[in-house]
T-cell receptor
């Protein structure tokens, strides 16, 4: 399978715990994006990488959120001290270096904070 | 704050009709415009991209861009029940909230 892969698909955690999600982009894609989506809303931009460099981060993203892409391949998104408001679908997408073209989304990780 | 606005709908059309979906955006300098389709419980999939003023056609889909009016639209001809989904407009990295389309047999 050469699509964008996200793990885990589902995560239930208790409030206050830390969680980490992983995204493996399409292998030849240099750009990787993280979004968050809640029911009835469009995807909300969180951050994006070009290779290993984090080029943009949403001002909406609190300092409890951090993302890395250490070798320019897979990426992780960590949420520290989770809150119930963090419950959402976390989507990863990737695209070629040329920009936000032909961007493909993974199947997402659904986070539930109880 | 860059914004992308869509009517959340639902937009209901009969099978075989033309569905017209609209989107406005706030950043006049935007260069890249996209339409995604999202079925319930699934992730978004890209259906059209458009970068210059005018129309772009792909099968039953036509995207229209008017940068002066900061307006993007998507027309779906010969709508089918399988087109029932949420259609997301994206301007560069920013998505609208989506318009739910219902195509009734």
């Amino acid at each position: 399978d050469t699509g964008v892969s996200q793990n885990p698909r589902h995560k239930i955690t208790k409030r206050g715990q830390n969680v980490t999600f992983r995204c493996d982009p399409i292998s030849e894609h240099n750009r990787l994006y993280w979004y968050r989506q809640t029911l009835g809303q469009g995807p909300e931009f969180l951050t994006y990488f070009q290779n290993e460099a984090q080029l943009e981060k949403s001002r909406l993203l609190s300092d409890r959120f951090s993302a890395e892409r250490p070798k320019g391949s897979f990426s992780t998104l960590e949420i520290q001290r989770t809150e119930q408001g963090d419950s959402a679908m976390y989507l990863c997408a990737s695209s070629p270096l040329q920009g936000w073209t032909e961007a493909f989304f993974g199947q997402g990780t659904r986070l539930t904070v109880v | 704050q860059k914004e992308v606005e869509q009517n959340s709908g639902p937009l209901s059309v009969p099978e075989g009709a033309i569905a017209s979906l609209n989107c406005t955006y706030s950043d006049r300098g935007s260069q890249s415009f996209f339409w995604y389709r999202q079925y319930s419980g699934k992730s978004p999939e890209l259906i059209m991209s458009i970068y210059s003023n005018g129309d772009k056609e792909d099968g039953r889909f036509t995207a229209q861009l008017n940068k002066a009016s900061q307006y993007v639209s998507l027309l779906i001809r010969d709508s089918q029940p399988s087109d029932s989904a949420t259609y997301l407009c994206a301007v560069s990295l920013i998505f609208g909230q989506g318009t739910t389309l219902q195509v009734k047999p």
